[in-house]
């Protein structure tokens, strides 16, 4: 399977910004392996679906509902509808979800058809008091569904545009965790990736792709970062 590796511009950009990106990357985009997805803020998305070729485009966030009342809402159904493919869902700087509306949020996209990307992780006191695990199991058991088609992103929130990451051991310990919990199924990593940490972050061998925010907004810089995922995790996969 190829490395995933997804940037969420959260609200961030211009659209000329982003149509620029797109064309850069579709430009770069041929002979690479890794799998592409890019986040941009709802109104991007149109633009960035019908220039993008070999990227996949996804949202940061969809209702919980199918339709109905909810004024500045936008659902599951519409971005299908726009040919959107991933939406990232429960992120931590969505403050004030809860488990449950996460849970419905990922039934109603895979529903929908679309592939959510959903995040788990702990904050800064439990990671300090080493309640990781347990925060972690909890949210596994609470948000994530048991029998469908997705991708868990693990965001430590302490480590969200901070510049800091968990080593390589607990990265590695927290995706056992997920997978004891919910089965077999894709986890990333995301929290201050950057083109310094990428190459250890290469080095964790059940880790399946990175989430990427702050890193990804610079055309040049998120490239560096492709190229080296590709020098480095695809050669070892076929190797
Ligand atoms: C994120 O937005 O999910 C994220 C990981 O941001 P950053 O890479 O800036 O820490």
Same mark, same amino acid.
């Given at each position: 399977?190829?490395?995933?590796?997804?940037?969420?511009?959260?609200?961030?950009?211009?659209?000329?910004?982003?149509?620029?990106?797109?064309?850069?990357?579709?430009?770069?985009?041929?002979?690479?392996?890794?799998?592409?997805?890019?986040?941009?803020?709802?109104?991007?998305?149109?633009?960035?679906?019908?220039?993008?070729?070999?990227?996949?485009?996804?949202?940061?966030? &969809?209702?919980?509902?199918?339709?109905?009342?909810?004024?500045?809402?936008?659902?599951?159904?519409?971005?299908?509808?726009?040919?959107?493919?991933?939406?990232?869902?429960?992120?931590? +700087?969505?403050?004030?979800?809860?488990?449950?509306?996460?849970?419905?949020?990922?039934?109603?996209?895979? +529903?929908?058809?679309?592939?959510?990307?959903?995040?788990?992780?702990?904050?800064?006191?439990?990671?300090?008091?080493?309640?990781?695990? +347990?925060?972690?199991?909890?949210?596994?058991?609470?948000?994530?569904?048991?029998?469908?088609?997705?991708?868990?992103?693990?965001?430590?929130?302490?480590?969200?545009?901070?510049?800091?990451?968990?080593?390589?051991?607990?990265?590695?310990?927290?995706?056992?965790?997920?997978?004891? &919990?919910?089965?077999?199924?894709?986890?990333?990593?995301?929290?201050?990736?950057?083109?310094?940490?990428?190459?250890?972050?290469?080095?964790?061998?059940?880790?399946?792709?990175?989430?990427?925010?702050?890193?990804?907004?610079?055309?040049?810089?998120?490239?560096?970062?492709?190229?080296?995922?590709?020098?480095?995790?695809?050669?070892?996969?076929?190797?």
């Amino acid at each position: 399977m190829s490395f995933l590796i997804v940037a969420n511009w959260k609200m961030n950009g211009t659209r000329s910004l982003f149509v620029d990106f797109i064309n850069k990357l579709n430009n770069k985009s041929n002979g690479i392996t890794s799998k592409i997805v890019v986040c941009p803020p709802f109104t991007s998305l149109p633009d960035a679906i019908e220039l993008s070729d070999n990227i996949n485009i996804g949202a940061q966030n &969809c209702h919980h509902k199918k339709y109905g009342s909810y004024t500045g809402e936008v659902s599951a159904r519409m971005l299908k509808e726009l040919e959107c493919t991933y939406v990232i869902l429960g992120h931590s +700087e969505r403050i004030n979800e809860t488990d449950s509306e996460i849970k419905l949020k990922s039934e109603i996209a895979i +529903e929908s058809g679309l592939h959510p990307i959903i995040c788990v992780g702990e904050n800064a006191e439990n990671y300090k008091s080493r309640r990781t695990k +347990e925060v972690i199991v909890y949210q596994c058991k609470n948000r994530l569904l048991t029998h469908s088609e997705y991708t868990v992103a693990y965001e430590p929130l302490w480590a969200i545009g901070t510049g800091y990451v968990p080593s390589n051991d607990e990265i590695a310990e927290v995706i056992e965790v997920i997978k004891s &919990c919910i089965g077999e199924k894709q986890v990333i990593y995301g929290g201050s990736v950057s083109l310094e940490n990428i190459g250890s972050l290469l080095r964790i061998s059940n880790l399946s792709g990175v989430l990427i925010g702050s890193a990804s907004l610079d055309f040049d810089y998120f490239y560096k970062i492709i190229q080296q995922v590709e020098e480095t995790y695809n050669s070892e996969i076929s190797n």
